[in-house]
Protein backbone atom coordinates (compact mmCIF):
# COMPACT_ATOMS: atom_id res chain seq x y z
CA UNK A 1 0.00 0.00 0.00
CA UNK A 2 1.79 3.74 -0.88
CA UNK A 3 1.40 6.36 1.43
CA UNK A 4 -0.99 8.96 0.40
CA UNK A 5 2.04 11.93 0.50
CA UNK A 6 4.67 10.46 -2.20
CA UNK A 7 8.07 11.33 0.04
CA UNK A 8 10.66 10.76 -3.29
CA UNK A 9 9.93 12.22 -6.55
CA UNK A 10 11.16 10.17 -9.52
CA UNK A 11 13.80 12.50 -9.93
CA UNK A 12 14.89 11.78 -6.15
CA UNK A 13 13.12 14.62 -4.75
CA UNK A 14 11.91 14.73 -1.00
CA UNK A 15 9.29 16.63 0.19
CA UNK A 16 11.57 20.48 0.57
CA UNK A 17 13.14 19.49 -2.59
CA UNK A 18 16.20 18.22 -1.06
CA UNK A 19 18.32 15.52 -2.28
CA UNK A 20 18.09 12.14 -0.02
CA UNK A 21 21.76 13.17 1.65
CA UNK A 22 21.20 16.77 1.49
CA UNK A 23 21.25 18.72 5.23
CA UNK A 24 18.54 21.29 6.22
CA UNK A 25 19.76 24.98 7.20
CA UNK A 26 21.86 24.72 9.84
CA UNK A 27 22.25 27.27 12.16
CA UNK A 28 24.50 27.28 15.70
CA UNK A 29 24.23 30.05 18.54
CA UNK A 30 25.72 30.16 21.68
CA UNK A 31 25.14 33.30 23.98
CA UNK A 32 26.81 34.05 27.12
CA UNK A 33 24.34 36.04 28.48
CA UNK A 34 20.76 37.82 27.37
CA UNK A 35 20.33 39.74 24.26
CA UNK A 36 19.48 43.21 24.72
CA UNK A 37 15.99 44.41 24.95
CA UNK A 38 16.83 46.19 21.84
CA UNK A 39 17.98 43.55 19.87
CA UNK A 40 15.49 41.89 17.16
CA UNK A 41 16.17 38.21 18.68
CA UNK A 42 12.68 37.11 19.88
CA UNK A 43 11.97 37.21 23.59
CA UNK A 44 11.74 33.02 23.03
CA UNK A 45 15.09 32.95 22.40
CA UNK A 46 16.37 34.83 25.97
CA UNK A 47 18.07 32.66 28.29
CA UNK A 48 16.97 32.04 31.53
CA UNK A 49 18.42 34.00 34.47
CA UNK A 50 21.70 32.63 36.37
CA UNK A 51 21.79 29.69 33.54
CA UNK A 52 25.99 28.66 33.33
CA UNK A 53 25.68 28.23 29.54
CA UNK A 54 22.97 28.66 26.82
CA UNK A 55 22.76 27.41 23.09
CA UNK A 56 20.16 27.34 20.07
CA UNK A 57 20.20 25.03 18.01
CA UNK A 58 18.36 24.77 14.51
CA UNK A 59 18.27 22.42 11.81
CA UNK A 60 15.68 23.79 9.09
CA UNK A 61 12.46 24.79 11.26
CA UNK A 62 13.09 22.48 14.14
CA UNK A 63 14.17 24.55 16.49
CA UNK A 64 15.47 23.64 20.23
CA UNK A 65 17.09 25.95 23.05
CA UNK A 66 19.15 24.21 25.81
CA UNK A 67 20.53 25.50 29.05
CA UNK A 68 22.57 24.27 31.34
CA UNK A 69 23.06 25.26 35.15
CA UNK A 70 25.97 23.77 37.29
CA UNK A 71 28.25 22.09 38.45
CA UNK A 72 26.01 22.94 41.46
CA UNK A 73 25.37 21.45 44.93
CA UNK A 74 22.48 18.41 44.55
CA UNK A 75 19.52 19.51 45.57
CA UNK A 76 18.36 17.90 48.79
CA UNK A 77 14.46 18.72 48.78
CA UNK A 78 11.86 18.87 46.19
CA UNK A 79 12.37 18.40 41.82
CA UNK A 80 15.84 19.04 41.13
CA UNK A 81 14.84 21.60 38.42
CA UNK A 82 13.31 23.75 41.03
CA UNK A 83 15.45 26.46 40.06
CA UNK A 84 15.71 26.25 36.48
CA UNK A 85 12.08 26.19 36.26
CA UNK A 86 11.99 29.23 37.61
CA UNK A 87 14.08 31.41 35.85
CA UNK A 88 12.66 29.71 32.67
CA UNK A 89 9.98 31.95 31.15
CA UNK A 90 9.28 29.81 28.19
CA UNK A 91 9.14 26.59 29.57
CA UNK A 92 6.67 27.65 32.53
CA UNK A 93 4.09 30.26 30.85
CA UNK A 94 4.21 28.98 27.43
CA UNK A 95 1.96 25.93 28.10
CA UNK A 96 4.11 23.77 27.32
CA UNK A 97 4.85 19.74 28.52
CA UNK A 98 8.09 18.62 30.24
CA UNK A 99 9.37 15.74 31.31
CA UNK A 100 12.57 14.93 33.63
CA UNK A 101 15.14 12.18 33.63
CA UNK A 102 17.39 12.23 36.95
CA UNK A 103 18.56 9.44 38.73
CA UNK A 104 20.06 8.47 42.41
CA UNK A 105 23.11 10.61 43.74
CA UNK A 106 26.82 9.49 43.48
CA UNK A 107 29.18 10.47 45.90
CA UNK A 108 32.70 10.15 43.70
CA UNK A 109 31.13 11.43 40.62
CA UNK A 110 28.57 14.57 39.69
CA UNK A 111 24.55 13.03 38.85
CA UNK A 112 23.45 14.48 35.28
CA UNK A 113 19.69 15.53 35.09
CA UNK A 114 17.42 16.64 31.81
CA UNK A 115 14.33 18.35 31.60
CA UNK A 116 12.72 18.91 28.71
CA UNK A 117 9.90 20.79 27.88
CA UNK A 118 7.97 21.75 24.49
CA UNK A 119 6.29 25.27 24.00
CA UNK A 120 2.63 25.21 23.50
CA UNK A 121 3.20 27.06 19.91
CA UNK A 122 5.85 24.70 19.02
CA UNK A 123 3.44 22.05 16.84
CA UNK A 124 0.29 20.66 16.52
CA UNK A 125 -0.99 18.03 18.36
CA UNK A 126 -4.14 15.68 18.15
CA UNK A 127 -7.24 16.33 20.21
CA UNK A 128 -6.55 14.18 23.13
CA UNK A 129 -3.59 15.77 24.24
CA UNK A 130 -4.12 19.39 23.01
CA UNK A 131 -6.57 22.20 24.47
CA UNK A 132 -8.49 24.30 21.95
CA UNK A 133 -7.15 25.63 18.76
CA UNK A 134 -4.56 22.60 18.87
CA UNK A 135 -2.50 23.54 21.69
CA UNK A 136 -0.29 21.43 23.72
CA UNK A 137 -1.31 21.08 26.98
CA UNK A 138 0.84 20.75 30.24
CA UNK A 139 2.33 18.10 31.37
CA UNK A 140 4.42 14.95 30.64
CA UNK A 141 4.19 12.71 27.72
CA UNK A 142 6.20 9.37 26.90
CA UNK A 143 8.22 11.03 23.69
CA UNK A 144 9.54 13.97 26.17
CA UNK A 145 10.38 11.12 28.92
CA UNK A 146 12.27 9.65 26.18
CA UNK A 147 14.08 12.20 25.31
CA UNK A 148 15.44 13.53 28.07
CA UNK A 149 16.44 9.64 29.08
CA UNK A 150 18.34 9.97 26.02
CA UNK A 151 20.20 12.75 26.34
CA UNK A 152 21.12 11.85 29.68
CA UNK A 153 22.76 8.69 28.21
CA UNK A 154 24.12 10.32 25.63
CA UNK A 155 26.37 12.98 27.68
CA UNK A 156 26.86 10.77 31.03
CA UNK A 157 29.76 8.87 29.09
CA UNK A 158 31.45 11.98 27.70
CA UNK A 159 31.16 14.61 30.30
CA UNK A 160 34.30 14.37 33.06
CA UNK A 161 31.81 13.96 35.59
CA UNK A 162 34.74 12.74 38.01
CA UNK A 163 35.88 15.69 38.46
CA UNK A 164 32.95 17.80 40.23
CA UNK A 165 32.10 14.97 43.26
CA UNK A 166 28.87 15.43 44.85
CA UNK A 167 27.49 17.82 42.67
CA UNK A 168 24.60 18.22 39.92
CA UNK A 169 24.88 19.28 36.68
CA UNK A 170 21.21 20.40 35.06
CA UNK A 171 20.16 20.57 31.73
CA UNK A 172 16.78 22.52 30.57
CA UNK A 173 16.17 21.88 26.99
CA UNK A 174 13.16 24.05 25.54
CA UNK A 175 11.34 23.02 22.11
CA UNK A 176 10.48 25.96 20.63
CA UNK A 177 9.58 24.78 16.93
CA UNK A 178 9.52 21.14 16.01
CA UNK A 179 9.40 19.70 12.44
CA UNK A 180 11.30 16.36 12.84
CA UNK A 181 14.29 14.92 13.92
CA UNK A 182 14.17 16.61 17.42
CA UNK A 183 16.25 14.14 19.31
CA UNK A 184 19.14 15.28 16.88
CA UNK A 185 18.67 19.32 18.12
CA UNK A 186 18.13 18.62 21.52
CA UNK A 187 21.55 16.32 21.34
CA UNK A 188 23.40 19.33 19.15
CA UNK A 189 22.15 22.06 21.68
CA UNK A 190 23.23 20.43 24.28
CA UNK A 191 26.99 19.72 23.37
CA UNK A 192 27.31 23.70 22.56
CA UNK A 193 25.51 25.04 26.06
CA UNK A 194 27.98 22.48 27.83
CA UNK A 195 31.08 24.06 25.67
CA UNK A 196 29.44 27.56 26.81
CA UNK A 197 28.82 26.45 30.59
CA UNK A 198 32.87 25.21 30.44
CA UNK A 199 32.23 22.15 31.28
CA UNK A 200 35.11 19.39 29.96
CA UNK A 201 33.93 17.38 27.64
CA UNK A 202 35.68 14.25 25.88
CA UNK A 203 34.78 15.48 22.48
CA UNK A 204 32.07 17.65 20.48
CA UNK A 205 28.98 15.30 20.63
CA UNK A 206 27.34 15.92 17.32
CA UNK A 207 23.62 13.49 16.33
CA UNK A 208 21.75 13.48 13.01
CA UNK A 209 18.35 11.73 12.10
CA UNK A 210 18.45 9.00 9.21
CA UNK A 211 15.67 7.20 7.53
CA UNK A 212 15.45 4.76 4.77
CA UNK A 213 13.27 4.73 2.05
CA UNK A 214 12.14 0.86 0.37
CA UNK A 215 14.02 2.00 -3.05
CA UNK A 216 16.05 4.29 -5.41
CA UNK A 217 13.03 5.40 -8.02
CA UNK A 218 14.36 4.21 -11.10
CA UNK A 219 14.78 7.29 -13.06
CA UNK A 220 16.44 8.89 -10.42
CA UNK A 221 20.20 9.78 -10.67
CA UNK A 222 22.73 7.70 -7.92
CA UNK A 223 23.35 9.21 -4.46
CA UNK A 224 26.50 11.73 -4.71
CA UNK A 225 26.99 12.70 -1.25
CA UNK A 226 27.33 16.23 -0.69
CA UNK A 227 30.73 15.54 1.54
CA UNK A 228 33.53 13.35 1.02
CA UNK A 229 33.27 9.90 2.42
CA UNK A 230 36.29 8.25 4.55
CA UNK A 231 35.00 5.22 5.24
CA UNK A 232 34.69 2.81 2.67
CA UNK A 233 30.86 1.55 1.64
CA UNK A 234 28.98 -1.74 2.70
CA UNK A 235 28.81 -4.65 0.58
CA UNK A 236 26.97 -7.60 1.50
CA UNK A 237 27.05 -11.33 0.52
CA UNK A 238 24.18 -13.10 -1.77
CA UNK A 239 22.87 -16.18 -0.14
CA UNK A 240 22.41 -18.02 -3.71
CA UNK A 241 26.05 -16.75 -4.34
CA UNK A 242 28.38 -15.77 -1.52
CA UNK A 243 31.20 -14.23 -4.02
CA UNK A 244 28.56 -11.72 -5.30
CA UNK A 245 27.91 -8.90 -2.71
CA UNK A 246 25.00 -6.68 -2.93
CA UNK A 247 23.52 -3.39 -1.49
CA UNK A 248 20.79 -2.80 0.87
CA UNK A 249 18.43 -2.04 -1.98
CA UNK A 250 16.82 1.47 -0.14
CA UNK A 251 17.46 5.00 -0.36
CA UNK A 252 18.84 6.43 3.01
CA UNK A 253 17.47 9.95 3.81
CA UNK A 254 19.62 12.09 6.27
CA UNK A 255 18.15 15.07 8.55
CA UNK A 256 14.52 14.13 8.40
CA UNK A 257 11.40 16.24 8.83
CA UNK A 258 8.34 15.32 10.20
CA UNK A 259 6.26 13.62 7.54
CA UNK A 260 9.58 11.38 6.71
CA UNK A 261 10.03 10.52 10.48
CA UNK A 262 6.44 9.68 10.69
CA UNK A 263 6.18 7.26 7.71
CA UNK A 264 9.85 6.12 7.67
CA UNK A 265 12.16 3.72 10.11
CA UNK A 266 14.45 6.19 11.38
CA UNK A 267 17.81 5.91 13.11
CA UNK A 268 19.36 9.02 15.40
CA UNK A 269 23.05 8.48 16.37
CA UNK A 270 25.37 10.79 18.24
CA UNK A 271 28.74 10.44 17.37
CA UNK A 272 32.36 11.57 18.88
CA UNK A 273 33.72 12.76 15.11
CA UNK A 274 37.54 13.11 16.36
CA UNK A 275 37.28 9.18 17.50
CA UNK A 276 34.84 8.18 15.45
CA UNK A 277 33.05 6.50 18.16
CA UNK A 278 29.07 6.27 18.31
CA UNK A 279 28.05 7.35 21.92
CA UNK A 280 23.74 6.87 20.77
CA UNK A 281 22.32 4.84 18.41
CA UNK A 282 18.01 5.08 18.67
CA UNK A 283 16.10 2.94 16.65
CA UNK A 284 12.53 2.36 17.60
CA UNK A 285 11.45 0.29 14.11
CA UNK A 286 12.74 -3.31 12.86
CA UNK A 287 14.99 -3.54 9.72
CA UNK A 288 17.39 -5.28 8.29
CA UNK A 289 21.18 -5.53 8.80
CA UNK A 290 22.11 -4.47 5.59
CA UNK A 291 19.92 -1.56 5.60
CA UNK A 292 20.84 -0.58 9.25
CA UNK A 293 24.59 -0.98 8.79
CA UNK A 294 23.85 1.59 6.09
CA UNK A 295 22.25 3.92 7.86
CA UNK A 296 24.54 3.92 10.79
CA UNK A 297 28.20 4.77 8.00
CA UNK A 298 25.59 7.82 6.80
CA UNK A 299 25.18 9.11 9.97
CA UNK A 300 28.44 8.75 11.18
CA UNK A 301 29.60 10.61 8.00
CA UNK A 302 26.96 13.12 7.89
CA UNK A 303 27.80 13.88 12.03
CA UNK A 304 31.30 15.52 10.46
CA UNK A 305 29.54 18.15 8.78
CA UNK A 306 27.00 19.23 11.46
CA UNK A 307 30.71 19.15 13.65
CA UNK A 308 32.02 22.09 11.32
CA UNK A 309 29.22 23.97 11.77
CA UNK A 310 29.28 23.49 15.20
CA UNK A 311 33.11 24.64 15.48
CA UNK A 312 32.00 27.54 13.18
CA UNK A 313 29.76 28.43 16.37
CA UNK A 314 32.20 28.19 19.19
CA UNK A 315 34.84 30.35 17.00
CA UNK A 316 32.42 32.53 17.14
CA UNK A 317 31.42 32.60 20.47
CA UNK A 318 35.15 32.64 21.81
CA UNK A 319 35.68 35.30 19.55
CA UNK A 320 32.97 37.60 20.96
CA UNK A 321 34.55 37.00 24.34
CA UNK A 322 37.72 37.82 23.29
CA UNK A 323 36.85 41.00 22.06
CA UNK A 324 37.20 43.18 25.53
CA UNK A 325 40.43 41.63 25.91
CA UNK A 326 41.24 42.56 22.23
CA UNK A 327 40.49 46.23 22.84
CA UNK A 328 41.90 46.89 26.42
CA UNK A 329 45.27 45.55 24.18
CA UNK A 330 44.52 48.42 22.04
CA UNK A 331 44.46 51.08 24.44
CA UNK A 332 47.47 49.97 26.80
CA UNK A 333 49.70 47.70 24.74
CA UNK A 334 51.06 46.52 28.35
CA UNK A 335 48.23 43.93 28.39
CA UNK A 336 48.51 42.31 25.92
CA UNK A 337 49.93 38.94 25.65
CA UNK A 338 53.42 38.72 27.09
CA UNK A 339 54.72 35.89 24.82
CA UNK A 340 54.51 38.13 22.15
CA UNK A 341 56.38 40.90 23.80
CA UNK A 342 58.63 38.48 25.24
CA UNK A 343 59.22 37.26 21.68
CA UNK A 344 59.76 41.20 20.44
CA UNK A 345 62.21 41.73 23.35
CA UNK A 346 64.04 38.71 21.86
CA UNK A 347 64.59 39.74 18.84
CA UNK A 348 65.78 43.04 19.39
CA UNK A 349 68.06 41.33 21.62
CA UNK A 350 69.55 39.47 18.85
CA UNK A 351 69.23 42.14 16.47
CA UNK A 352 71.76 44.39 19.12
CA UNK A 353 73.80 41.77 18.99
Known amino acids: ?19 PLELRSLSFEILPAPPASSSSTSTISTPPAHADGYAVASHGLTTVSSSVFGPREAQRTGAWSGGAGQG ?14 GGAQKGDRAQVNVEVGIAGWAERVGQG ?28 PVLLLHLYPRS ?15 LQA ?15 LSDYVCSLTLASHPSLPPSGPPQIPPFELVSPPVAHSNAND ?3 TLGSGSTTLLDLVQAEEQALPSLTVAVLPRSGKVTLVNLETRVGVGRFEEML ?30 ALGNLFPGLSGGAKGGAGRDEDDEMDL
Open 1 to 19: MQSRTQLLTPSALRLDSRF
Open 88 to 101: SGAGAGGGGGGATA
Open 129 to 156: AANEGGVRRAGKDRRTIEIAAAVKNTFE
Open 168 to 182: SIDIYLQVLENDGSL
Open 186 to 200: CINATSLALISAGLP
Open 242 to 244: PTA
Open 297 to 326: RWGVEGAKIVQQAMEDAVKEWADGLAKPQK
